[in-house]
């Protein structure tokens, strides 16, 4: 063997181990904390890290991927052939166009703006095409570019307070459509600084559901991020349900609805902890926002309403690791009434890893196949089911493994 080749980190098991010491730490997760998020004892991880013991299997491999949230398997085996990016996309076609429109600032004033209430219903328009279609990132992807720079020509020509505002507000709302996009693309500082003008945008506008909506999209960009910035998306959330908490008796629907979902983000973080009291809690207090919607209402930017809070339990469950809980909520859920397409096959993902945590890995390849249908552009950016494809390829189950491998094949995972 060469003297540079890159050895099998199955035939050397410290190398391995050390990998995932280094991971870890720089996730700055303890090892019982990471222990306990894939399910092994912390004494077999030590045991791991110190290379006592031998490298896992696959199924454990990718459990500790998913919790270090490792972009590309290699960093965790260091094994050439494991070249694949779990949590990052491999890059849509339209991310080029619009990371220049969002890098590009016009500074002179001679592009002459369109009239707020035109941009308004462009806005409109964009939001119910990325619910309706399958392949909404293409949707919203073609019209961002066109978007970003009329919102900003229209912050740039604003004469008085109230027209500045009211355009700031236009501007937000393109953020985070655009955030919508870019989320799971391989361009994390494009998608932190989309969030953050969001939410300067937002601020300036002065208007509490763009502020909300906002809020949103920034506290999930720092939990994204991993662990050791939990604490501060939990910062931004409780600031934000603070800011929303007076206005909620006469509230309209739609800020009644953001500061729903907010208090639902902060559940889906304290269950990221493993906090079961705190992650249940916050979802019956967004549970009770939700029951003052009206039955068909659901919110514009983030779905939320009484009929996606089913999707929500599924989700709470899962990250808690309660694969017999995260199926129950699973068959209570009513796939079928939630409007947007992108959310309903983010759900269908959701369950799948909830009969996977349950040991029914042929459900779990389903609800794959489903979200498929649903949206395939969800599921070809979404790191969790990338990682489910890759478990259930190299089942020793020939049936479940063609399904797999044929599904993997559609979303990207493997080659055609």
Do not use: C
Not at 122 to 129: D, P, Q
Not at 246 to 269: C, K, Q, R
Not at 290 to 311: C, E, I, K
């Amino acid at each position: 063997m060469p003297s540079d080749a890159t050895s099998d980190p199955y035939a050397d098991p410290v190398r391995f181990g050390q990998r995932v010491q280094i991971l870890r730490e720089r996730r700055g997760m303890t090892q019982a904390q990471l222990a306990d998020l894939v399910a092994l004892s912390p004494h077999t991880l030590r045991k791991i890290e110190n290379g006592q013991q031998k490298a896992p299997g696959l199924d454990m491999v990718l459990r500790i991927a998913e919790a270090l949230r490792v972009r590309n398997l290699a960093d965790l085996t260091g094994h050439p052939d494991m070249h694949v990016d779990l949590f990052v996309g491999p890059g849509h076609p339209r991310l080029a166009a619009v990371k220049a429109a969002i890098d590009t600032f016009t500074l002179s004033s001679d592009t002459e703006p369109p009239p707020v209430a035109h941009l308004e219903a462009r806005l409109h328009a964009a939001w119910k095409e990325r619910h309706a279609t399958k392949n909404h990132r293409e949707a919203i992807g073609k019209l961002l570019p066109d978007l970003i720079r009329d919102g900003q020509a229209l912050v740039r020509h604003a004469d008085t307070a109230n027209e500045r505002r009211a355009a700031q507000a236009l501007l937000a709302e393109t953020y985070s459509l655009s955030q919508f996009f870019i989320a799971y693309q391989p361009d994390a500082a494009l998608l932190w600084r989309v969030a953050e003008r969001g939410m300067v945008a937002a601020q300036d506008s002065g208007d509490p559901h763009t502020i909300g909506v906002a809020a949103w999209l920034l506290a999930q960009a720092h939990r994204d991020s991993g662990a050791r910035h939990f604490d501060a998306a939990d910062a931004i959330n409780l600031e934000a349900v603070r800011f929303l908490e007076p206005l909620l008796p006469d509230a309209s629907d739609d800020v009644l609805a953001i500061a729903g979902a907010l208090e639902f983000e902060l559940g889906y973080t304290a269950a990221r902890r493993r906090e079961t009291g705190t992650a249940w809690g916050h979802w019956d207090k967004a549970k009770k926002m939700a029951n003052r919607l009206p039955a068909d209402y659901y919110h514009p930017v983030t779905s939320f309403g009484r009929v996606v809070m089913g999707a929500h339990a599924v989700t709470v469950a899962v990250e808690l690791r309660q694969g017999g809980e995260s199926v129950r909520q699973a068959a209570k859920a009513d796939t079928t009434v939630i409007k947007s397409r992108p959310r309903r096959a983010r759900h269908r993902i959701e369950e799948a890893r909830g009969y996977q945590l349950d040991n029914q890995p042929d459900v779990a390849v389903a609800s794959l196949e489903k979200a498929f249908e649903a949206a395939p552009e969800t599921i070809r950016y979404n790191g969790y089911a990338r990682a489910i494809l890759l478990e259930e390829v190299e089942s020793t189950q020939a049936a479940r493994r063609r399904r797999a491998a044929e599904l993997a094949t559609k979303v990207g995972v493997l080659a055609a």
